[in-house]
């Protein structure tokens, strides 16, 4: 038996393309599959759909090869028969095969696209997922309910039936599904909150308040008055107004508020640094709009920045230290004398007791700025100097013998250091010349040849030698500067900040790669009132500003400044200690309580 196979494409400018085939087999098979005898490449039709077969009574039978049906001239059925000279139409997905038996007893199945020609949409729902699945209206609002039932009721209804969470890092909050609210992942600083949205977002479709951020970061320190912010802002563009207008409606703070500035949900990492316009805004022209500031201007670091200014005491028995330019060459008076010019010496006397020591104190040949000046633990700063670990190596304040034990005068207390020489044995000792043993060899050296040590017997005697201890060559005058409490001899406090630019952040760390005197010009120090900080000049041979292409390491304000004050150095606690003498010892601690 012979099959005629007539395949109708259609093109694009709608003229029809006939191709014929004959097929002289008795069994005809219809499939997705190229090697069927009728292929049709259509996914809702199975690798082998259908089969056709010749029965003897003349029918044709048509079965189902797979697990999908077909239709027969509309009706979605498995199996059929029918005599080919009736004539058939069977639909296969999108296709549809037309049998009809001609002439000679040959049978032509025609076989043409559904889309070219008219079809109903249910002659095709048998081969397709939509065909068990409701209308498309119907499934547009059974999509509308499951996102608001997911996204919008389960979380609302959760977060109002839900106790509310303490602001804390690590615990949740238990809301269901808030997550999918979330626009990002939040920063490092306060990446222990991802599962706690309440603590900061106390109301919903409220925006963060000031008083919430405030609950955590209680110390924080204000820029300014919100009255002086006012007025170096300026005056509002009407653009600016009418966005502010908006966003108050839906619950935003003023400009002046903290997400103005720390944005949240932006990634995890570090928060980006708020850009130098922000800050030029104001500071660029701050003059001409806050006429009592004694600010100085500043847009851009490498363009427009007035030189530094540290906060130091300036003259002696200063009450509060002064912010000072360094384009005056101001002077420090800090109450000692400390030559580090002396103290760096690669020939002098100072060089050799150092290699001298350099087997016990680990010295080298010379003194050098670290062996005096030791790194915090973060690298940023350096330690106190203390005078029993930094100097007392090479100024012993060793002054009596009792068998093997040596007596030490106490360091920073004047009194104490009068009452001990006082209470020194009164017994006879060796003849002093001048209130001093013989055999001693310089000021605050410990004289090895003998004894050393005052020779009392009358009181008067403490006295001279508490005044020749005052004296300029003296074991206190040699650092110290003499001077006169309540009739009595005194030190002038000393008063060493760790930080002399109160209002910026300085990390020695990230500069180690550098030489400590291509900033500090200690080597050429004559005087402990030289102020040995680098001026803006020397910050500008590798720091310019941030849109400065050509800058080794380009700065924008926020490398420097913090917007809140209270992170760093407060004049305040640079006063000098209440007591003089105290202060050699506490004040130098005081100041290090900084960050």
Known sequence: MTFLIRTIDTTADGREIVRDREVAEETITI????????????????????????????????????????????KTIRAAQFHPEAGAELGFGSYRLAIAQGGGGVITITVQRASEQVVSSDALSGFSLGGKLPGKRAMAWIGLGLVLLAFLIVPIT??????????????????????????????????????????????????????????????????????????????????????????????????????????????????????????????????????????????????????????????????????????????EFNGLRFPHEMHLSKTNAVAQMAGTLSAAKGYGAALDCSDCHKPTADGTAFKPISMEQDCGACHSLVYDKVGSTFRTLHHGDVEQMRADLMAMDRAPHQQASNGLIAGRRAPGVYGQSGLYRQNFGPPVRSLVAINRAMQPDGVCGECHIPVTTNGKLDVMPVNIPDHYLVHSWFDHSAHKQEKCTTCHQANLSKSATDVLLPGIKTCRTCHMGPDDAA????????????????????PQRMLPAKNGHDAMNKVAMLWRKGP
């Open 551 to 570: 800058a080794e390491v380009p700065s924008s304000c926020a490398m420097c400044h913090s917007y809140h004050p209270g992170t760093m150095g407060d």
């Open 158 to 331: 959760s977060n109002l039936s839900h106790p509310p969470t303490p602001p804390k890092a690590g615990i949740s909050d238990g809301v269901l599904m808030d997550a999918s609210w979330s626009p990002g992942a939040l920063s490092l600083a306060h990446h222990g909150l991802e599962d706690n949205c309440q603590a900061c977002h106390v109301k919903p479709f409220q925006s963060v308040r000031d008083t919430t951020c405030l609950s955590c970061h209680k110390d924080i320190g204000h820029h300014a008055a919100k009255s002086k912010l006012s007025i170096a802002e300026g005056p509002m563009s009407l653009g600016d107004k009418l966005q502010w207008n908006v966003a108050e409606a839906f619950g935003k703070e003023g400009p002046q508020a903290c997400t103005t500035c720390h944005r949240e949900h932006e990634g995890a990492g570090r928060m980006e640094p708020t850009p130098q316009k922000f800050c030029s805004d104001c500071h660029g022209t701050l003059d001409t709009r806050l006429t009592d500031t004694s600010l100085g201007n500043a847009a851009d670091f490498g363009t427009a920045h007035p030189q530094f200014e540290p906060v130091l005491f300036t003259a002696p028995g200063q009450i509060k230290p002064q912010r000072v330019s360094l384009d005056g060459k101001p002077k």
């Open 31 to 74: 499939g997705r599959r190229s090697d069927n005898d009728i292929h049709l490449p259509d996914l809702a039709v199975e690798q082998y759909h259908a089969r056709i077969d010749r029965l003897a009574t003349g029918k044709l039978r048509i079965d189902s090869a797979g697990t999908l049906g077909f239709t027969l001239d509309g």
